[in-house]
């Protein structure tokens, strides 16, 4: 169709010079950056949310301005898409429209389209995405527990090809910090505690969404938090202002890289700097976003790491989230004006800034003299390459009708529902498991009408013979609603929860079921319960053909399961494997 291809004829390629693919990138990438002017280049460093909506509309969930006034005002090409469609065309039809949109600016650049993870149960505008259309798979943490490289590079494959089906060329993903504090929030989308899993699950992650060559099939891979979320204060995260210090009391700073050694390995594109400021270290007390010992000393220098690099979300400006008002992540520099903020970001040695939509703001810079266009070039010249590696400028349209039989089909959903399955963790059980089909079941936390196709749903619990309860692990509720997103605080359950497990389990023998988005204390759950079960997002029918042996649980624990709070409090946030006497070890695992 002659609106959803570029035209690449002679008169074109006359006109563009850049569009002749028969050039080495780095010339076309020469032949453009020759013809942009300096607010077309500047348009480039900024890499904002978007929403699928019509394009001349502001988003009014997001509170974010128009497609239009992105692309053809800001003159920006580069955004993370929020939200889904009920069908993969519906996104990819958006995506097209949105990419005439930028064809028909003057120099034509095409957008280039990111996500945070989508294919899981996590639903966290600051972090991850429901599934909606696509497969979904348990979180990244449920891979782990199945510990498979070859599983893990299945998956990444098999979001790929939804990925690209859409138009999501960047995956701001994986997330390979080591969950070295069991408290913190961001540990579910780890690989756990262990650098060696980490490093080795999250270079067969890379290699399947980037596939065996970097081209037009690829997705973009923006491996995260550099170098190394986990060790934070007090287990805190630091998207809020308590959460800002990363401490390294156990002089484990180097273990933090381990993972990101074996990303570069594998061929990781891009690179985001955690919100973080490390205390106590050889290096500055700053974010690690306007970090220059960081990103320029030991990512570009030490590593030799010449990819992209973007900064974690909203470093330079206060934002308004759900309506509450949230200071820019600016850790250690939050005296700076804006302005100045961003010129340390630069001077670091990043490229794009996360979260923002300001290209005025480096105009201004480059006006008076404290950023040369010189240093615009070093930075857009990455980004620019990325463009054309990814295919962009030979046709960034896809097709909205085989995105419908791509997204979410049979065989993707079907790989998913049985690595759900697979990676439950049998983590005690006195032999209630597995219980036969057809008994009296006592449930919550599932739907009635699904527990029904494994047996016959009772109400109350002394008329069962077996009870299944599905937990999530505790946190503290905070004051706003995108702290609540991220679970935080203490991991022991309420006295209300454990004596309500403990009365259940008293009238008939129980299943407890945890959704362990973070390492609950378990002991008063384990001593009440017959069996209890671990999960990183599973259905209550995969947890069910779990339980009565239909399918086999592979889950060994990605982590220590602490055996207190206070062991918690003792530990050191560098230290993996660090709580005094854990209740459970990584590892741990039974057969059923």
Not at 234 to 243: I, L, Q, R, S, T
Request: proline share 6%; aromatic share 8%; with cysteine.
């Amino acid at each position: 169709m002659t609106d959803t291809t570029i035209n690449q004829d002679a008169a074109a390629i006359a006109d563009r010079p850049w569009l002749d693919a028969s050039l080495p990138i780095d010339e076309r990438v020469e032949l453009l950056l020759g013809e942009m002017t300096l607010e077309e280049k500047a348009g480039l460093f900024f890499h904002t949310m978007i929403a699928i909506g019509e394009l001349d509309q502001p988003n009014p969930v997001f509170a974010s301005p128009s497609a239009v006034d992105f692309v053809e005002q800001r003159l920006m090409t580069h955004f993370n898409l929020l939200g889904a469609a009920p069908r993969g065309g519906e996104i990819a039809a958006w995506q097209n429209a949105v990419q005439k949109l930028a064809a028909s600016t003057r120099l034509g650049i095409p957008v280039t389209l990111s996500t945070d993870p989508r294919h899981s149960f996590s639903e966290n505008p600051g972090a991850a995405i429901m599934a909606g259309p696509f497969s979904q798979w348990p979180e990244t943490m449920g891979l782990a527990a199945i510990g498979d490289e070859a599983v893990v590079e299945r998956f990444a494959d098999i979001a790929r090809q939804e990925y690209t089906a859409v138009g999501l060329r960047v995956a701001l993903h994986p997330q390979v910090d080591l969950a070295s504090d069991p408290r913190w929030a961001r540990g579910t989308a780890t690989f756990g505690e262990d650098a060696d899993l980490s490093g080795r699950l999250g270079a067969a992650y890379i290699r399947g969404f980037q596939g065996e060559s970097f081209g037009v099939g690829s997705v973009s891979t923006m491996t995260k938090h550099f170098p190394g979320g986990g060790p934070q204060k007090d287990g805190e995260d630091p998207h809020f202002a308590y959460g800002r210090e990363q401490v390294y009391p156990g002089g484990q700073f180097e273990l933090h890289l381990k993972p990101f050694e074996a990303a570069f390995e594998a061929g990781t594109r891009q690179i985001m700097p955690y919100y973080g400021m490390p205390v106590g270290t050889e290096y500055e007390e700053v974010g690690f976003g306007f970090n220059k010992s960081v990103i320029t000393g030991l990512l570009r220098e030490r590593y030799g790491f010449d990819g992209v690099v973007c900064t974690d979300w909203g470093l330079i400006n206060d934002a308004e989230i759900f309506g509450q008002a949230f200071p820019a992540r600016a850790w250690g520099v939050e005296g700076l004006a804006p302005r100045d903020r961003m010129k340390k970001i630069l001077d670091a040695g990043a490229d794009q800034f996360g979260g923002e939509a300001c290209p005025e703001m480096l105009l201004d810079l480059v006006s008076t003299g404290e950023v040369t266009e010189d240093r615009l070039d070093v930075s857009a010249r990455r980004i620019l390459r990325e463009k054309f590696a990814l295919g962009l400028f030979e046709n960034p349209y896809v097709d909205a009708d085989a995105a419908n039989e791509i997204v979410g089909n049979a065989e993707f959903r079907a790989a998913g529902d049985a690595a759900q399955r697979a990676s439950i963790t049998v983590i005690t059980n006195d032999g209630a498991l597995p219980f036969a089909r057809g008994v009296k079941l006592y449930v919550e936390g599932i739907a009635p009408e699904v527990a029904a196709e494994f047996g016959e749903v009772v109400d109350n619990p002394a008329d069962a013979d077996i009870a299944v309860l599905r937990l999530q692990a505790p946190f503290e509720v905070r004051e706003t609603m995108f702290e609540n997103f991220f679970h935080a605080g203490s991991l022991d359950f309420s006295e209300e929860v454990i004596a309500h497990v403990r009365e259940i389990a008293a009238a008939v023998p129980t299943v407890v079921d945890v959704l362990l988005d973070r390492p609950a204390i378990l002991e008063p759950i384990t001593d009440a319960a017959a069996a209890v079960t671990g999960n990183w997002g599973v259905s209550a029918a995969g947890l069910l053909d779990v339980l009565t042996g239909a399918a086999a649980p592979k889950g060994r624990l990605p982590f220590d399961l602490p055996r207190s709070m206070a062991a918690v409090e003792a530990s050191r946030p560098d230290v993996p494997f660090d709580t005094a006497d854990p209740l459970f070890r990584f590892g741990h695992g039974l057969s059923l």
